[in-house]
């Protein structure tokens, strides 16, 4: 399979991916599928994929979560014998800067200066949020085929 087939599949065609990577194949290995299970796992237990409905969660700890993705990442990657899974880094860092960082670069100051406190910022920050959660929810979707492991990211809903 080629990573733009992959991509296509899971609804991410809009990551700038350079066309030599788009239409290389992409066949995991077994570093690509521990590394890819590990991140899919971390995406399926955080809000990043699930619902914060409006009366309940934290915004500021909504965004934490948000942000440790970059950490989990990092560690996943430097974790011993994953220096082999370029599958999944390739794909994980492409999520990270283009979808994740916008995100958090822009939350960043305004929760620092207590946006949080204002009923209109709230709601534009859960507004945003559920729009990068469904990115996420398609990442996790991504990161169960390169895991090779059955997608659960519709377990819960209706």
Not at 11 to 40: C, H, P, V
Not at 43 to 49: K, M
Not at 94 to 118: C, E, I
Request: glycine share 4%; hydrophobic share 45%; charged share 30%.
């Amino acid at each position: 399979m080629k990573l733009r087939e992959l991509l296509d599949k899971w609804s991410l065609t809009k990551l700038k991916i350079s066309a030599g990577f788009l239409d290389a194949e992409f066949q995991a290995n077994d570093q690509d599928r521990d590394a890819a299970w590990s991140m899919y796992v971390e995406l399926l237990t955080r809000i990043t994929t699930q619902a914060l409905p409006a009366e309940h969660g934290d915004e500021a700890a909504a965004l934490a979560s948000v942000h440790s993705l970059f950490a989990i990442t990092r560690e996943i990657l430097k974790e011993p014998g994953r220096r082999h899974a370029d599958k999944f880094a390739k794909i994980a860092i492409v999520v990270l800067n283009q979808k994740v960082r916008p995100f958090t670069a822009y939350w960043h100051k305004p929760s620092l200066a207590g946006a949080f406190d204002d009923s209109k910022q709230r709601e534009r920050f859960r507004a945003e949020l559920a729009e990068l959660q469904v990115v996420l929810t398609h990442y996790a979707g991504l990161l169960s085929d390169l895991a090779d492991v059955e997608d659960l990211t519709k377990l819960e809903q209706d």
